[in-house]
């Protein structure tokens, strides 16, 4: 259960996580946004689509939220870089492990970068669907993500055109 001291340090140390990696985007009006956004993600929203987080994050619109995701210029690299730096300096303890998983994305259609049938461990059978491959950092006292890679079948790796398509 999250008390009062413990939703205040998680406050704190997100806006430490903010200012380290806000840089990253430039202009002010997208730092908050960024910040709004990952707020909404961690907060307590039923269904994490745009409406509801925008609507969480007290904006009338998901527009901006939308502009952050979809148009803003910055390199999710450099951010992840800067997120690992933050987790080395302010996490990292001798007893630390990486932990290793992927995940399955159940997909409709067949546009969206690496979509195929496939098996997916999430869904339990074979699906259509995406597969992404995440690295956790985790001590006995705190634990984060902190890298994420798209995982192609080889159906989408040997068809370039389809991969610059989507």
């Known amino acids: 259960m999250i008390d009062d001291l413990s939703d205040a340090t998680w406050d704190r140390e997100l806006d430490d996580l903010f200012l380290r990696i806000g840089h990253r985007l430039g202009r002010a009006d997208l730092r908050r ?3 709004d956004y990952v707020r909404a993600l961690l907060g307590p929203v039923g269904r994490k689509n745009g ?36 987790v080395a300096d302010e996490l990292g303890e001798a007893d630390g492990v990486l932990i290793l998983d992927n995940t399955g994305f159940v997909k409709k ?12 461990g999430t869904a339990g059978r074979t699906e259509n669907c995406q597969i ?5 950092y985790a001590t006995t006292r705190a634990r ?5 890679q798209l995982y192609p079948p080889k159906s989408w790796t040997d068809d370039r055109e389809r991969c610059r398509a989507a």
């Not at 925008?54 to 210029?73: I, K, P, S």
């Open 33 to 35: 946004r960024m910040r």
């Open 51 to 86: 409406w509801q987080l925008a609507e969480h994050a007290g904006h009338r619109t998901r527009d901006g939220l939308q502009r952050l995701l979809n148009g803003a210029t910055w390199n999710a690299d450099d951010a992840r870089d800067d997120l690992q730096a933050y």
């Open 109 to 120: 259609g067949t546009t969206s970068a690496g979509v195929q049938r496939q098996y997916s």
């Open 132 to 136: 992404g491959v995440f690295a956790a």
């Open 144 to 148: 984060a993500l902190v890298d994420r």
